[in-house]
């Protein structure tokens, strides 16, 4: 009776996972191209391809990429926000890249008190994984593995002049490569958090090939591993905070933050009221408030005032990001 129960079991067993393995693909797509009316070969072939690329998204890549503008500068952008909040916008990751934001860290940070960094990845680019180490190792002062690839590695430094205060990296799926590598080495390593939407999901050592239809196909070699070895997702890197926004007004927002709308706001409550509309108070500004023991509905101090409203930054990542600085700025101090 046991061997009878035993071979029951192993008939079961191996019944099920027959059931559970996945067709022959030259199976199914030769009873395809026989059987399916109005469907030619090479629209088989076309969705076959179409699937593949898909699949492997990421690791199989169809065509290069739009070709970088190595004549724009690596960084386009460093200011200050509120008089504390520093903005770094990196266009490239390239060789010589770390060297350009520390310089220009150091050259806001001489003339304003820093209480923390965006490092603003969205539509950056490049292929230098080794130049995105770089630029990591600029924000610790120990040693640690920060990534490897391909049988190379990028591990930081100690020392004395890293970039301090928190960090908030901007990302789309317009960051693509080495600028991937950054953002998650950055968080993997406990320094930032990552707002915008998923990154390209090319993280990757890509070989090119030529196509005989004069095509070319890029296949990933080699994966990057950020950390003590964490591979990075095909699928992109996801953000911590995921920030929606249109193509079209992400776009528009990038290139002046302080754009204003297309359409006036709804006017709020009785629009025949002739008081002035009141500013936005951020999450930073009412925690501020509550502790100085401030009625937000009362206050009428230059902190809920807006004296150009021009200058207000609209761009929704960028917003949401310097409110989240400006919110650990007063809650860090009181900590133990």
Excluded at 264 to 278: E, H, I, K
Excluded at 303 to 323: E, G, M, Q, S
């Amino acid at each position: 009776m046991k061997l009878m129960n035993m071979f029951a079991f192993l008939l079961s067993a191996s019944l099920s996972a027959h059931a559970a393995a996945e067709p022959s693909f030259r199976e199914v797509y030769d009873l395809l191209r026989t059987q399916l009316k109005g469907v030619t070969e090479q629209q088989l072939d076309q969705a076959a391809l179409a699937g593949l690329l898909e699949r492997f998204k990421g690791r199989v890549i169809l065509g290069t990429t739009a070709p970088t503008d190595t004549n724009a500068p690596v960084l386009p952008k460093a200011t200050v926000y509120d008089s504390s909040y520093a903005y770094l916008r990196l266009n490239r990751v390239e060789a010589g890249a770390a060297e350009t934001v520390i310089k220009a860290w150091e050259n806001l940070a001489t003339t304003n008190r820093l209480k923390g960094l965006v490092l603003d990845l969205r539509f950056a680019r490049g292929t230098d994984f080794a130049a995105a180490g770089a630029v990591a190792d600029l924000f610790f002062s120990d040693e640690r593995s920060l990534l490897s690839w391909a049988g190379e590695n990028a591990r930081s430094h100690a020392k004395t002049n890293a970039i301090k205060g928190p960090v908030m990296i901007l990302v789309n799926q317009g960051t693509m490569g080495a600028p991937e590598a950054l953002a998650a080495a950055l968080r993997e390593n406990r320094t930032g958090l990552i707002l915008g939407t998923n990154t390209a999901g090319q993280a990757a050592v890509l070989q090119e090939f030529k196509l005989a239809n004069g095509q070319t196909i890029r296949i990933a070699s080699a994966l990057v591993q950020v950390g003590e070895g964490q591979p990075l997702e095909t699928r992109g890197v996801r953000p911590d905070i995921l920030v929606r926004i249109s193509p079209e007004e992400e776009i528009a927002f990038f290139q002046d933050e302080f754009r204003l709308p297309n359409q006036p706001l709804a006017a709020v409550g009785n629009t025949s009221t002739n008081r002035t509309a009141r500013a936005r108070i951020n999450e930073a500004e009412l925690v501020r408030m509550r502790r100085e023991g401030k009625d937000p509905d009362q206050e009428d101090s230059a902190a809920t005032k807006i004296a150009n409203p021009a200058k207000l930054v609209r761009d929704p990542v960028l917003a949401r990001a310097l409110d989240l600085l400006k919110g650990l700025a007063i809650v860090q101090p009181t900590k133990p």
